[in-house]
């Protein structure tokens, strides 16, 4: 099911000369990738979902085959999961965009706010669990119990 990568995103040459996001992630985590296919098995999204995120860079694959097929890490199913269930419960892809956004913007040293930041979705609304506080993605604003 899983598939040990070469390289990432650019031979070896090139990674010296151009950073990229798969370039700045530790190796292990790149040392195992899930093909789209299996990525569709495991998380119920359609292989068109997973190219719209990854074209519109919602969530992108941390790599690609020479061949441009995509290759997705744990971290990027983490995410992913945690879109898809956003999206479920009932958060467009829009208001999912400003979040992360918004989160990006709040916490910089976050570098992947879907994977790396608790969210549940409260109708429209994308709640941040981060440490003894929840508070809306977007607004900022604190939620209290």
Do not use: C
């Amino acid at each position: 099911m899983k598939q040990r990568l070469e390289s990432s995103k650019n031979p070896p040459d090139a990674q010296a000369s151009q950073p990229s996001r798969a370039a700045a992630r530790p190796e292990t985590e790149l040392e195992f990738a899930f093909k789209t296919r299996e990525v569709v098995e495991l998380l119920g999204l359609s292989r068109r979902q997973l190219q719209y995120w990854a074209k519109t860079g919602l969530v992108e694959p941390s790599a690609r085959t020479p061949g441009g097929h995509h290759r997705y890490s744990f971290a990027d199913l983490v995410a992913l999961k945690a879109t898809k269930r956003l999206i479920d419960g009932g958060v467009s892809v829009q208001k999912i965009r400003k979040s992360v956004g918004a989160l990006q913007n709040l916490f910089p040293q976050i570098d992947r706010p879907l994977g790396e930041l608790v969210l549940v979705a409260t109708g429209d609304v994308v709640l941040v669990f981060r440490e003894d506080t929840v508070f809306e993605a977007i607004t900022g604003q604190e939620w209290v119990f």
